[in-house]
């Protein structure tokens, strides 16, 4: 693969007009979309105008008059297009974590006589340490069995109460078969809860397709909702009114505005909201979602595809030699759209790479991560990012102490 051949990748890209549509600094090359998305263009005079106007100007009365009060299952309606759910299904609010063991404690009372909680290594450790939090505090002989990624499929038996898979591997990008896994549960009489942390804007996704019981994922990756935007949850229509929240909080109640003394869950979704949502971060998640108005996944897949197939073969070409692997399933099929390389110093390797503007990330032990997010990388970044990372390893320019040390965030 040549520059060349980028180029001309990058001119028949029918997705190439959204990269305008993102705020993206003169000189940098953003690869780590994957764990912070870019900042949609217009977002801040959105924010602004949120700011000033509603909460500045009519205050209070914009629970009503400007629909705070159902921003969360606004929001929640269309992230649903993106991941195949229908509407009424998904709402916004909280984190991954907070949802998860929402969804936990959800699907622990829908399958009561069962005590098994199936995950996987591949799983990214807060989802498993709060399965570890709600199997302590319950006490009452749950399992949380941790399998290989691979072992998944096989794990389903009739002693699974649900299984917790996030489907797509945050550290090698492989993916699991969300409909298969699905199937083999339920024909198990298990549940299923998908963490769709590093699907949701990257991958197709068709909870309704593959008959998801729940979901959980984020918005700050690849839905570029911002730093610490509110996640989502979905429930499969036919469960909704079988949820017993056990975060039950007033938002989540029939009537908030009776003040009842009781709690009696609302109808549907809303019954999985707990407190007070963040309504500026929801604004901005709100007007972030603009840029996905007219894009489809199929072709998000295939650029990711295209993307991530380039810079696997650019580093097989450039980068093999210094001992650098690539992680993950050899099937493009079978990834998300992120690539992790392995190389024994890729802490200081990243720093490197970051300290010449090419900003991707390290999950330890040793990979080097790097997200290919369809609607603002070019085929160009690809070559000029792999272009790098050689040098860096031709000249051992990561070999030098404010490398070495390692940052508090990596
Ligand atoms: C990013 C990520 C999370 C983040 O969880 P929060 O509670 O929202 O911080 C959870 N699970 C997976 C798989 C992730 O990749």
Redesign the pocket.
Known sequence: MKLTDCEALDRADPLREKRAAFTIPAGMIYLDGN?LGVLPRHVPERVMAVAQQQWGETLITSWNDHGWFHLPRKVGDRIARLIGAPQGSVIAGD??????FKLLAAAAKMNPSRRVILSDSG??P??LYVAQGFRDLLDDGYELKVVAPEDVMEAIDTTIAFTMI?EVD?RTARLHDMKAVTAKAHAAGALTIW?L??SAGATPVNLAGAEADFA?G?T??YLNGGPGAP?FLYVRPDLQDKVQPALAGWWGHEAPFAFDLDYRPAAGIIRNQCGTQPILSLAALDAALDVWDDVGMQAVRKKSLALCGAFIELVRQRCERHGVTVAGPSDINARGSHVSLHHDQGYAVMQALIAANVIGDFRAPDMMRFGFTPLYTSFTDVWNAVGILARILDNREWDQPQFLARKAVT
């Open positions: 764990s984190t991954i974590s907070v949802n998860l799983n990214f807060s989802d996030t945050y963490d942390a590093h959980v984020c700050y990756k996640a």
